[in-house]
T-cell receptor, first 115, second 113 residues
Framework: NAGVMQNPRHLVRRRGQEARLRCSPM?????VYWYRQLPEEGLKFMVY????????ESGMPKERFSAEFPKEGPSILRIQQVVRGDSAAYFC?????????????FGQGTRLTVV | GDSVTQMEGPVTLSEEAFLTINCTYT??????LFWYVQYPGEGLQLLLK?????DKGSNKGFEATYRKETTSFHLEKGSVQVSDSAVYFC????????????FGKGTRLHILP
């Protein structure tokens, strides 16, 4: 059973370009989380999604950032018009929401560098 | 809202020393509590968890006990190894349908040979 798969592992974008980060959850998992980790800092919650539904996006910046988790295919975190401050590691996690079992499994992250 | 506070690092210890990393939480309900570990360049891995008061989670020599009276979930290990060097995150999740996992800021641990 494959774990959470994120790609690409490393992404370099010039300022003003778009970044698309993909996350395939573990098989059977219906919930996905996105977190951002800045160098030497902890994990900041961004968004929590169920298939075709955003449950909580309280951690998402109001502009340029969006996330989706379609019925088919991976979850996508999209950053438009990237700026240097967007450089960070972005982690996806998935969980099986079953009788309160909320243990999350993490991917290895996408390290975004904006030049 | 819910939150997790853990001791700031870095924590530097010699091999075979005793480890404690403090973690306290604030929650409105009855959360599950977790410790995750992040090795350099990697994602987070679940280290241990506890789902109700007085439960003890344990794995790889690490232990943590869910203390509801003190709202704490301190991580301990009796004898650390160089390979334990990593960042450790305390986390909680409320058992609601729309819960999310809330993390502390992480504690970097350095073990010296």
């Amino acid at each position: 059973n494959a774990g959470v798969m994120q790609n690409p592992r490393h992404l370099v974008r010039r300022r003003g370009q778009e970044a698309r980060l993909r996350c395939s959850p573990m098989k059977g998992h219906s919930h996905v989380y996105w977190y951002r980790q800045l160098p030497e800092e902890g994990l900041k919650f961004m968004v929590y999604l169920q298939k075709e539904n955003i449950i909580d996006e309280s951690g998402m910046p109001k502009e340029r950032f969006s996330a989706e988790f379609p019925k088919e295919g991976p979850s996508i975190l999209r950053i438009q018009q990237v700026v240097r401050g967007d450089s960070a590691a972005y982690f996806c996690a998935s969980s099986l929401q079953d009788r309160g079992q909320t243990e999350a499994f993490f991917g290895q992250g996408t390290r975004l560098t904006v030049v | 809202g819910d939150s997790v506070t853990q001791m700031e690092g870095p924590v530097t210890l010699s091999e075979e020393a005793f480890l404690t990393i403090n973690c306290t939480y604030t929650a409105t309900g009855y959360p599950s509590l977790f410790w995750y570990v992040q090795y350099p360049g990697e994602g987070l891995q679940l280290l241990l968890k506890a789902t109700k008061a007085d439960d003890k989670g344990s794995n790889k020599g690490f232990e943590a006990t869910y203390r509801k009276e003190t709202t704490s979930f301190h991580l301990e290990k009796g004898s650390v190894q160089v390979s334990d060097s990593a960042v450790y995150f305390c986390a909680l999740s409320e058992l609601r349908r729309d819960d999310k996992i809330i993390f502390g800021k992480g504690t970097r641990l350095h073990i010296l040979p």
